[in-house]
Structure formats: C-alpha cells, structure tokens
C-alpha cells in the first residue's frame, strides 16, 4: 500500500511538472541581442549612447588608447572579442584597430529592430 501511494504520488508530481514545462515554453519570450558573447561574427548595430572608442595597440597585452567618443544614433559593425573582453569596431578609421572596451552590450541594439 505504502509503495502505491508513493509511485501515484511521483507521477503526479513528474506529470505537474511537465505542465509548467509546456506552459512556460509557450509564453512570449524576450527580444534577443545582436551579439553572442560567444558569437566572433559581424553585426550591424545601432549605437544608443555615446560611447568612448578605444584604439588597440600591437601586442595586446599594451593598454588600449582613448581615442574618440562615438556618438548616439551612430551605426556601426561590431563583433565581440571574448578574450580579451570588447567589441571589436570594423570600418572605423582608415588604420588601426579600435574597439569598445567591456562586456556589456547595452550600448547598442540589433540594426533590424
């Protein structure tokens, strides 16, 4: 008798559980970043308030350089360097490699939204 009760009362608890599985995967989810932190490809951004742009200098272990504010409403392509912890700025001087230091990426949104 002890055994029946205990196995009905397992499966009653497995079977809630299945349902609040399926009912919180049919609720709305959130809008996603354009960025991964584990994504190294482009993405177009929209830059949503200024940010300072840092110019990298060769080896990396030198400290990067302030180079210049990036302006609210800028669009920019960006990819994030996991490693070394920033968004890398293609396109955005003629020489030199700039980024945007941090792992944040609440300074921009998806160029598509």
């Known amino acids: ?19 609040g599985a399926i009912s919180t995967a049919t609720a709305p989810t959130q809008t ?12 177009w951004v929209k830059v ?4 300072k742009v840092y110019r990298l200098r060769l080896p990396l272990y030198r400290a990067p350089k302030f180079d210049s504010i990036m302006e609210k409403g800028s ?10 912890y920033y968004f890398e700025l293609k396109g ?4 030199g490699r700039y980024a945007v ?7 921009f949104r998806n160029e598509n939204d």
Do not use: C
């Open 1 to 19: 008798m002890k055994h029946r009760f205990l196995t009905a009362a397992m499966a009653s608890i497995m079977l809630a559980g299945g349902v």
């Open 75 to 84: 669009d920019a392509e960006v990819r994030y360097v996991p490693n070394h």
């Open 92 to 95: 955005y001087a003629k020489h």
């Open 32 to 43: 996603v970043q354009a960025v991964s932190k584990h994504s190294y490809r482009w993405h």
């Open 48 to 51: 949503k308030r200024d940010v």
């Open 101 to 107: 230091m941090g792992t944040s990426a609440r300074w």
